[in-house]
């Protein structure tokens, strides 16, 4: 399994991971409790639900970038291009916007 953090304006806001089941994204019990919570997109409305799908949720996609960015981590990283979780924890630490994915170290996966 693999698993992230998921910050909204560089405060904790849910977690994002992948399993043989497919790919998940909920917020955190702390963040929904906020009085100023925020949904992370639209798309993921504040809900205490897990959302679930068989590939990347759309919006996780999208902060995956594209062109020479993508090239980079390819070639340097060596991250295939198909796998778009790996590209989504390593290159989204620092995305344009308010989102931040932080993968979690696998001892610290529960």
Same mark, same amino acid.
């Given at each position: 399994m693999r698993k992230a953090l998921v910050y909204l304006f560089d405060q904790p806001a849910g977690e994002v991971w992948e399993d043989e089941t497919g790919f998940h994204f909920? *917020? =955190? /019990?702390?963040? =929904?409790?906020? $009085?100023? +919570? %925020? +949904?992370? @997109?639209?798309? =993921?409305? =504040? $809900?205490?639900?897990m959302y679930s799908s068989d590939m990347i949720l759309p919006f996780f996609d999208g902060l995956i970038p594209e062109g020479w960015l993508l090239d980079i981590a390819g070639t340097y990283w060596?991250?295939? /291009?198909?796998?778009?979780?790996?590209?989504?924890? $390593?290159?989204?630490?620092?995305?344009?916007?308010?989102? @931040?994915? *932080? /993968?979690? +170290?696998?001892?610290?996966? %529960?």
């Open positions: 909920r *917020y =955190l /019990p702390e963040h =929904l409790a906020r $009085a100023d +919570a %925020q +949904a992370v @997109s639209l798309t =993921l409305p =504040l $809900a205490a639900d060596k991250i295939n /291009p198909r796998d778009r979780v790996g590209l989504l924890f $390593a290159c989204c630490r620092d995305c344009i916007g308010a989102v @931040s994915i *932080y /993968p979690l +170290a696998e001892e610290n996966i %529960q």
